[in-house]
């Protein structure tokens, strides 16, 4: 009954990947000390993650092509039948 532990069937990348989340939430933990510094950091981190979503979004929608896209594709799925706007 000598069974291989979840960290031994990991990979190199995996591992790789469990030590950097590690070391993001330590960071978060040494900059958060209260609930309201969590809540601060947590929104900052949240508005700069939207910024840049909008900012892509923009990009993407500013070629005519993708927005005529969009646009079918919305029809086609019948959105505005499945949602009250």
């Known amino acids: 009954m000598n069974e291989k532990t ?10 790789k990947k469990v030590y950097d989340f590690c070391e993001e939430y330590r960071t978060f933990l040494s900059k958060c000390k209260t609930e309201r510094e969590c809540v601060k950091e ?19 929608f500013a070629n005519p092509e993708n927005k005529a896209k969009w646009e079918k594709e919305r029809q086609d ?5 499945r949602f009250c706007w």
């Open 77 to 81: 799925n019948l959105v505005n039948e």
């Open 42 to 60: 947590i929104l900052k981190e949240a508005e700069a993650k939207l910024n840049a979503r909008l900012v892509e979004q923009d990009r993407y």
């Open 6 to 15: 979840v960290w031994e069937s990991y990979t190199e990348e995996d591992k």
